[in-house]
C-alpha cells in the first residue's frame, strides 16, 4: 500500500467494499480536489470519512454520493462557507508540483504533434532530435509560462501578467528557434507518428505517477496576526488569483472591505477571517475565464495565420505542417469564442 495520505484514502474506499468501481470513484474526486487546489489532508481525510460511510452501507460510492465531480464541489464549497484553511494554492513550489505539470503538458503537447502528423501524412517519416525533444521543451515553457502569469497576476494585475508573460514568450521562442537550428539535421530513424504518440503515453503515465507517488511538499508555517494592511493585500491576490474576476471588481472588492474598516474600527481579520476564505465567498463569473480563453484562443490563431501567410508568400511548396497548427488553433479559437457566448448568454 502506499504511504501517500490521498492513494491510501482512496484504497481505503476500495477495501470498504472490495469494488473496483469505487476505487475509480475516489480517483476522480481526488483529481477534482487536487486540481481545485485543495490541501492534500483534508482530501485523504474526505476520502477516508467516505470510505467508513460506504462500508457501513454497504452500497456503492456512486449511488450513495453520487458523482464524483459534484460531490468534490459540494464538500470544497462546506470548506470555503466555514472559512476552513482548504487551500493549497499558497504552498511553496514544489518539484513535485512543477515536475507534474511539465510532464502533463509535454504529454499533451505529443499528442498534437499526433493529431499534426495525421494532418500532414507524415507519420512515417523519421523524427529528428529537435522533434523528439520539442515537446519536453514546450511542456516546460508552456508550465514557465503559467507560472509567471500566475505570479504577476496575483502581484499586480490582469494586463501585468499577459505582458510579462509575452515577453517571456518572445525569449523562449528565439531559444526553441536556435535549439531546432542546431538539431534538426539529426535524425533518430523512428517514425515521427510513433514516437509522439509513444512518448505522449509515457509522459502520461510519468506525470501521474508523480502525482500519487511523490511526496507533498511541507506546509508553510502560519504567519501571525495580520494588520489591515497586510489582510487587504492578501484579499486581492487571492480576488485576481481566482481567474474568474476582472481587475477591476477586484479592487472594488478591496475598497469596500477598506472603507468598512474605517467604518466599523475593528480588525479585517477578527470581521471576516482570512483573506482567501473571504475571497471565496464572492460568487464565480463564468464569464470572465471564458472571455480571456477566447481572447488567448483568437490571438494564438492570428498568429498561426500570420506565419501561414508568411510560408504561403515564400512561393515554396505548400506548408502543411503549419496550414496543420493554424487549423488546430483556429478549430480551438471557435470553440472558445462559442463558450463565451453561451456563459455569457447563461448569466444575461
Known amino acids: 500500500m502506499s504511504d501517500t495520505p490521498i492513494r491510501s484514502a482512496i484504497e481505503a474506499v476500495r477495501a470498504a467494499r472490495g469494488e473496483k468501481a469505487d476505487e475509480a470513484w475516489a480517483e476522480a474526486v481526488s483529481f477534482e480536489l487536487v486540481m481545485t487546489d485543495v490541501r492534500v489532508e483534508l482530501v485523504a481525510r474526505a476520502l477516508s470519512e467516505a470510505a467508513e460511510q460506504i462500508a457501513q452501507a454497504d452500497e456503492p460510492a456512486a449511488e450513495l454520493f453520487g458523482d464524483a465531480r459534484e460531490w468534490a464541489a459540494g464538500r470544497r464549497a462546506e470548506w470555503v462557507a466555514d472559512g476552513a484553511d482548504w487551500s493549497d494554492d499558497d504552498e511553496p513550489t514544489s518539484v513535485k508540483g512543477a515536475l507534474f505539470m511539465v510532464l502533463l503538458a509535454a504529454a499533451g503537447i505529443s499528442l498534437l504533434f499526433v493529431a499534426q502528423t495525421l494532418l500532414t501524412a507524415a507519420w512515417s517519416e523519421e523524427i529528428s532530435l529537435a522533434g523528439a525533444i520539442f515537446p519536453t521543451l514546450l511542456g516546460a515553457a508552456t508550465v514557465g509560462a503559467h507560472a509567471l502569469f500566475t505570479r504577476l497576476r496575483e502581484r499586480r494585475s490582469q494586463l501585468a501578467a499577459v505582458a510579462g508573460t509575452a515577453a517571456l514568450l518572445l525569449a523562449v521562442g528565439g531559444t526553441l528557434t536556435a535549439v531546432a537550428w542546431l538539431s534538426n539535421g539529426i535524425s533518430l530513424g523512428i517514425a515521427t507518428g510513433w514516437w509522439h504518440l509513444a512518448a505522449a503515453l509515457v509522459l502520461g503515465i510519468l506525470a501521474f505517477a508523480a502525482l500519487q507517488f511523490l511526496p507533498?511538499?511541507?506546509?508553510?508555517?502560519?504567519?501571525?496576526?495580520?494588520?489591515?494592511?497586510?489582510?487587504?493585500?492578501?484579499?486581492?491576490?487571492?480576488?485576481?488569483?481566482?481567474?474568474?474576476?476582472?481587475d477591476h471588481r477586484a479592487n472594488e472588492i478591496v475598497e469596500e472591505a477598506r472603507e468598512h474598516a474605517a467604518d466599523s474600527g475593528g480588525s479585517l481579520g477578527d470581521e471576516f477571517g482570512t483573506p482567501r476564505a473571504y475571497a471565496a465567498r464572492f460568487a464565480k463569473n463564468p464569464v470572465v475565464p471564458a472571455r480571456r480563453r477566447a481572447i488567448f484562443s483568437a490571438a494564438l490563431a492570428t498568429v498561426a495565420l500570420v506565419v501561414l501567410a508568411i510560408d504561403l508568400s515564400d512561393g515554396g511548396d505548400f506548408p502543411y505542417a503549419t496550414f496543420a497548427w493554424f487549423a488546430i488553433l483556429a478549430l480551438n479559437a471557435a470553440l472558445t469564442l462559442a463558450a463565451w457566448r453561451t456563459a455569457a448568454r447563461e448569466r444575461a
Open 216 to 246: 507533498a511538499p511541507r506546509r508553510r508555517v502560519a504567519a501571525g496576526p495580520r494588520d489591515d494592511d497586510a489582510w487587504l493585500k492578501e484579499l486581492g491576490a487571492s480576488l485576481r488569483t481566482r481567474g474568474d474576476i476582472t
